[in-house]
């Protein structure tokens, strides 16, 4: 597998309830990053979350991030129907230069 | 809010031919970025800008493309003679600083026929 995986590759739930995704990574990490993809649209950056913290959270959005476990997870709370998008995690490993990299992403789908 | 604008939204071009993407970053960063995203498959990393040059490149950037900043507001992609498989999502981004979230644009959909 490659660095930052998500998982599931797809999630469907009804409104209001809350979704969890998660991504793997192999590599240690700078920062974590989480982005959000409507379709055919271009990526709008949710949270970032460094090396040295474990936990952040931005309105329903809350991450965690286990680097002893290479992993991290988004969880939306409260979802809405304007909520469904792909989610991408992408990690910044390197030293120079940020450079992200992306997972597969997670496409989630919320139903009214 | 501030936005990175990228221009065309979309572009069809002839296998061999030129094309430049063109975006505008949000004025007060000071990183760029060029990725792609091929249909159905992850973002991927093409080139990082800081100081007027090349930072960082993949190796999916070869000979072929080219960035350019030509103006101070202007961030370009070259790429200089398209192949079938370039065909993708172009997008631009830019970040305030190293280690910041990017802002992204909407992306050029180039279709190489």
């Known amino acids: 597998s490659q660095q930052g995986e998500e998982d599931p590759q797809a999630l469907s739930i009804q409104e209001g309830e809350n979704a969890t995704m998660n991504c793997s990574y192999k590599t240690s990490i700078n920062n974590l990053q989480w982005y959000r993809q409507n379709s055919g649209r271009g990526l709008v950056h949710l949270i970032l979350i460094r090396s040295n913290e474990r936990e952040k959270h931005s309105g329903r959005l809350r991450v965690t991030l286990d680097t002893s476990k290479k992993s991290s997870s988004l969880l939306i709370t409260a979802s809405r129907a304007a909520d469904t998008a792909s989610y991408f995690c992408a990690t910044d490993a390197n030293q120079g230069a940020q450079k992200l990299v992306f997972g597969q992403g997670t496409r989630l789908t919320i139903n009214p | 809010e501030p936005e990175v604008t990228q221009t065309p939204s979309h572009q069809v071009t002839q296998m061999g031919q030129e094309v430049i993407l063109r975006c505008v970053p949000i004025?007060?960063?000071?990183?760029f970025y060029w990725y792609r995203q091929i249909l159905g498959q992850k973002v991927e990393f093409l080139v990082s800008?800081?100081?007027?040059?090349?930072?960082?490149k993949s190796e999916i950037f070869d000979d072929q493309f080219s960035v350019e900043r030509p103006d101070g507001s202007n961030f370009t992609l070259k790429i200089r003679s398209t192949k079938l498989e370039d065909s993708a999502m172009y997008f631009c981004?830019?970040?305030?600083?190293?280690?910041?979230?990017?802002?992204f644009g909407s992306g050029t959909r180039l279709t190489v026929v």
């Open positions: 981004a830019s970040s305030e600083a190293r280690a910041h979230g990017y802002t």
């Open positions: 004025s007060n960063h000071l990183y």
């Open positions: 800008f800081y100081n007027n040059e090349i930072s960082e």
